[in-house]
């Protein structure tokens, strides 16, 4: 009995709760009366997305009335809100309050003033929810103008609010991972005539060529390239060609907006974007950065009263009420749209599936989708329906309301686009995109490059990087340090792969770090590319230095860039001393040159010099001297590299062989005459031998006596005669100058004779007696100089080794030296010239030797040791060729593995010693 008197006692406390209540909504049906037409209004907007409220304005704003559907947005009932439990600004968000009274007091103020919007502000729900509401208020005056109540309108656009912040934070790491490329990043169309401008660059591109963004995008591909690159390297071509390759990487010279230049490597491919063909370039090594100023338009949805469009529709699908939005959204006036049914304003609904759209909406008492509206102009218009299925006064009827989403729709495809074009820069570039939160936990995680560590993109997100990564030091400090709020750089090498990482510190909106933005660079090949060519460098310079010949390389300025080993040894100046001077003050003897060698670079020809005649030390040199421009240069380099032969050698052989020829034209000129001397000398021979046999008293020739006898005279008177004029003697005169001359023209005729380089033992002796023989011929008429009026001494050993030579090139070796020490003592007017010759064994060294010392003038010092220079010569100009003793050295050394050297002093003669080994000749 206790506990039903309790449940009584209980019951009737309620009902009494709920007369209260019933009074105060009673109260308030009293004093907002509807009629019949406002009340389906009211029933209508009550079914839809707007809650409408009337507070006083008084202290706190307590509700005098609100629609049903307070709850089904709020959580809160309107019984809460009569009964002064909940006053309206207890559910405004304690940072939205100040804001929103300031707004009611700003616009309450301005009497001429009957409605306002607020900026979108926030409300508490009863469940402990934040929801985002548009309102429009409408203000209640007296009749002395001050404000009694205010009729608000809200719209919950929570989900709105939550898109356009997906919106922002989605460009937010979009123009992150953008800007964070170290690399210079340049979008333009790619077009079939000529260059259009830039559509879009990053940070680092700005920041390295010195323009501003919006000088930048007026620029083109051209207007950055250097003007000569463009003349030697046309960007025309390579447009064609990565038309046809999709993907291009070549190097060029760019310039800035000051006009410094600068060399990169561009990797361009040509990807779509919004269904455009663009080129996306990526110039490598830039170390400056801009900011990718991105722009991404977001449409901002602030829904009012007028932002809704309202339909009532039958069961039919004919249209009988519309408000006035939702006649402007499509075109139409009300009376017309009022005409219409829904088959005629929304191409997706037909007569064949309306009835299953409408079973539907009576399943669920409402549905909420997208769908198209056609405009009075055939235009179609992207809307988002909220419809409801509603009965009154037996009548049932749809109520729906149409929001123009084209904007948004808009919106997403830009957003489309913008994650297309992010997810194309992580498949093209050669990176990796990640994230972690404020704990290290990865959040993010993006790019080709994983596929290198058998991950797939993604794949990580929700672990631990400090986990992950545990083993790799360098990596965990440089994260720790960026979640502490410190960027950092760093390079590191995970499972072979080399990365350049940027982690960048991300704040909320209370300025803690909430976690790390991190960009990972790919850079291995280039790691391998700089390793190739540090070894390719040192490969170069070691066969550059191991050339013979002397190499300097030279800038456009005529300084000094290179400086091999052979430049080092043949001047004694190390290459460090050399770098940056000018090439004239370095190497003198080229200072007349350097105009030439400036002019080479400059018109990019090569120019030779094969014969260059040169002092060095006091001595004559000659040599090759070769200019190559750097005709195929890159990163603006200019200038040239010259190499330098000594080709003394090379030219002495040349003159060698000119003097060798010349001798055998000389040989062979002498050999016809000598020929020609013959003929008529055997017949003066021959006649002087006739003429002493016919006048000689010799009785055994009968002819004689009988030619004698007939013209009556005796051979004894002839004989008498004979030798009373001396008859005899000069008969045997003429047979011993005949016989010598014989002897001369055999000895010039196998001088003359073509060397088929025959060795065979000679004896030294009888090559000098033969080089005698021919140097007595030896005639200067002007000066009245015969050879013969030299005398000879000889001191020949009997016992001289035969020496295997070849006998011609000896002889020409004995015969220069004879007339050198010939010409000397003419020129010095010796009244007693003299050649002492003496021919003898040097049994230690196993070599014959031959001196040949003359009592001529002599010579100094400095004329002794260059006395066997080809073209060296004491004479004066036109008189020798400087080559006799030079070639005389040659045949010696070189061909008979020999020795010849000369001692002189003034005024003490001159002694040429000759030694030839007796024994083996060595080829």
């Known amino acids: 009995m206790k506990d039903e008197n309790k449940s009584r006692q209980q019951l009737i406390?309620?009902?009494?709760?709920?007369?209260?209540?019933?009074?105060?909504?009673?109260?308030?049906?009293?004093?907002?009366?509807?009629?019949?037409?406002?009340?389906?209004?009211?029933?209508?907007?009550?079914?839809?997305?707007?809650?409408?409220?009337?507070?006083?304005?008084?202290?706190?704003?307590?509700?005098?009335?609100?629609?049903?559907?307070?709850e089904k947005m709020f959580g809160y009932t309107p019984v809460e809100f009569l009964t002064g439990k909940l006053k309206y600004d207890q559910i405004i968000y304690?940072?939205?309050?100040?804001?929103?009274?300031?707004?009611?007091?700003?616009?309450?103020?301005?009497?001429?003033?009957?409605?306002?919007?607020?900026?979108?502000?926030?409300?508490?729900?009863?469940?402990?929810?934040?929801?985002?509401?548009?309102?429009t208020t409408y203000i209640q005056r007296s009749e002395t103008g001050e404000v009694t109540h205010f009729h608000g309108v809200l719209l919950d656009i929570t989900e709105q609010k939550k898109y356009e912040q997906m919106l922002v934070e989605n460009e937010e790491r979009v123009s992150s991972t953008f800007n964070a490329i170290t690399d210079a990043v340049l979008l333009h169309p790619l077009c079939d005539d000529g260059f259009a401008p830039f559509i879009e660059v990053n940070d680092t591109a700005c920041k390295r060529y010195g323009y501003r963004r919006d000088e930048f995008l007026s620029l083109t591909a051209v207007d950055i390239t250097d003007a000569t690159q463009i003349k030697q390297s046309n960007p025309y071509e390579n447009r064609k060609r990565l038309k046809k390759k999709k993907n291009l990487i070549f190097e060029t010279i760019h310039v800035t907006k000051s006009g410094e230049t600068f060399p990169v490597e561009i990797n361009a491919s040509v990807i779509t974007l919004g269904g455009k063909k663009i080129i996306l370039s990526v110039a490598r090594?830039?170390?400056?950065?801009?900011?990718?100023?991105?722009?991404?338009?977001?449409?901002?949805?602030?829904?009012?009263?007028?932002?809704?469009?309202?339909?009532?529709?039958?069961?039919?699908?004919?249209?009988?009420?519309?408000?006035?939005?939702?006649?402007?959204?499509?075109?139409?006036?009300?009376?017309?749209?009022?005409?219409?049914?829904?088959?005629?304003?929304?191409?997706?609904?037909t007569h064949e599936n309306y009835d299953a759209i409408w079973q539907v909406l009576a399943d669920n008492g409402a549905n909420f989708f997208e769908s198209l509206h056609r405009k009075k102009d055939g235009t179609l218009l992207p809307v988002e329906i909220y419809a409801n299925l509603l009965e009154y006064d037996g009548k049932i009827f749809s109520i729906a309301f149409s929001k123009d989403i084209s904007k948004r729709k808009e919106a997403e495809k830009e957003l489309n686009d913008n994650i297309l074009r992010l997810q194309t820069i992580y498949n093209t570039l050669p990176i990796v995109v990640w994230a972690t939160d404020a704990k290290g936990i990865f959040v993010l995680s993006e790019g080709n490059v994983l596929k290198k560590f058998g991950l797939k993109p993604g794949e990580i997100v929700g672990t631990s990087a400090?986990?992950?990564?545990?083993?790799?030091?360098?990596?965990?400090?440089?994260?720790?340090?960026?979640?502490?709020?410190?960027?950092?750089?760093?390079?590191?090498?995970?499972?072979?792969?080399?990365?350049?990482?940027?982690l960048t510190p991300i704040y909320d909106e209370n300025g803690n770090v909430g976690g790390v933005n991190?960009?990972?660079?790919?850079?291995?090949?280039?790691?391998?590319?700089?390793?190739?060519?540090?070894?390719?460098?040192?490969?170069?310079?070691?066969?550059?230095?191991?050339?013979?010949?002397?190499?300097?390389?030279?800038?456009?300025?005529?300084?000094?860039?290179?400086?091999?080993?052979?430049?080092?040894?043949?001047?004694?100046?190390s290459a460090v001393a050399t770098y940056g001077k000018p090439l004239a003050t370095i190497l003198p003897q080229l200072a007349p040159e350097i105009e030439k060698i400036l002019s080479s670079i400059k018109s990019k020809r090569i120019i030779q010099e094969q014969k260059r005649s040169t002092t060095i030390d006091k001595q004559a040199i000659f040599e090759a001297m070769t200019v190559y421009p750097l005709i195929g240069y890159r990163h603006g380099m200019k200038g040239a590299v010259i190499q330098i032969d000594d080709v003394s050698d090379k030219i002495r052989m040349q003159e060698m062989l000119v003097q060798s020829e010349k001798m055998l034209s000389v040989g062979g000129l002498a050999a016809g005459m000598a020929h020609e001397i013959?003929?008529?000398?055997?017949?003066?021979?021959?006649?002087?031998?006739?003429?002493?046999?016919?006048?000689?008293?010799?009785?055994?020739?009968s002819a004689n006596q009988k030619a004698a006898e007939k013209v009556g005279i005796r051979m004894s008177d002839i004989q008498e005669y004979m030798k009373l004029r001396d008859v005899p003697r000069m008969l045997q005169l003429i047979t011993d100058s005949g016989k010598r001359v014989s002897d001369i023209i055999r000895n010039m005729l196998n001088f003359s004779r073509k060397s088929e380089t025959i060795v065979s033992s000679h004896d030294l002796r009888v090559l000098m007696d033969q080089s005698l023989e021919l140097a007595k011929t030896?005639?200067?008429?002007?000066?009245?100089?015969?050879?013969?009026?030299?005398?000879?001494?000889?001191?020949?050993?009997s016992d001289v080794a035969l020496v295997p030579c070849e006998e011609v090139k000896i002889q020409q070796v004995l015969l220069n030296l004879l007339r050198n020490g010939s010409q000397a003592m003419q020129e010095a007017a010796i009244n007693n010239p003299e050649f002492r010759i003496k021919i003898y064994n040097d049994s230690d060294r196993r070599m014959s030797c031959v001196e040949i010392e003359d009592n001529g003038p002599g010579m100094n010092e400095d004329t002794r040791k260059r006395v066997f220079e080809p073209f060296f010569s004491t004479k004066a100009p036109g008189v020798g060729t400087g080559l006799g003793l030079s070639v005389s050295y040659f045949i010696v050394v070189e061909n008979h593995k020999g020795e010849i050297e000369v001692e002189s002093n003034p005024g003490l003669g001159t002694k040429f010693i000759l030694r030839l080994p007796y024994q083996t000749l060595i080829e």
């Not at 308030?28 to 907007?45: F, N, P």
């Not at 986990?467 to 390079?491: A, H």
């Not at 013959?678 to 020739?701: K, V």
Request: glycine share 6%; hydrophobic share 35%; aromatic share 8%.
């Open 13 to 70: 406390s309620e009902l009494q709760n709920a007369r209260e209540q019933l009074a105060i909504l009673q109260g308030a049906s009293v004093q907002y009366a509807l009629s019949k037409e406002r009340k389906e209004t009211l029933r209508i907007i009550e079914n839809g997305p707007l809650v409408t409220f009337v507070w006083r304005n008084t202290s706190g704003w307590p509700v005098e009335f609100v629609t049903a559907n307070v």
């Open 94 to 135: 304690a940072d939205d309050l100040k804001r929103v009274l300031h707004e009611v007091t700003q616009y309450s103020g301005d009497k001429s003033c009957s409605e306002f919007t607020h900026a979108p502000y926030r409300i508490h729900t009863k469940q402990g929810e934040v929801k985002w509401v548009n309102d």
């Open 285 to 349: 090594d830039i170390t400056d950065r801009k900011k990718v100023e991105e722009s991404l338009r977001i449409t901002q949805f602030s829904l009012d009263k007028a932002a809704i469009g309202a339909y009532c529709l039958n069961p039919a699908g004919n249209i009988y009420n519309v408000n006035d939005e939702a006649a402007r959204m499509l075109g139409y006036t009300k009376e017309e749209l009022e005409s219409l049914c829904l088959f005629d304003i929304d191409p997706t609904v």
């Open 466 to 502: 400090f986990e992950v990564y545990k083993d790799y030091p360098d990596f965990i400090e440089s994260l720790t340090q960026s979640l502490n709020g410190k960027p950092s750089e760093f390079e590191s090498e995970i499972n072979g792969i080399y990365l350049h990482q940027v």
């Open 518 to 573: 991190a960009l990972a660079i790919d850079v291995t090949e280039k790691r391998k590319a700089d390793e190739e060519l540090e070894h390719l460098r040192n490969y170069l310079s070691n066969i550059i230095d191991s050339m013979p010949s002397v190499l300097v390389g030279i800038d456009a300025g005529g300084c000094i860039t290179q400086w091999n080993k052979t430049a080092e040894e043949k001047t004694g100046i």
């Open 678 to 701: 013959n003929n008529p000398l055997a017949g003066i021979l021959q006649t002087a031998s006739t003429l002493s046999i016919r006048l000689s008293d010799n009785s055994n020739i």
């Open 778 to 797: 030896d005639y200067d008429l002007q000066k009245s100089w015969d050879f013969k009026g030299i005398k000879i001494v000889k001191d020949y050993t």
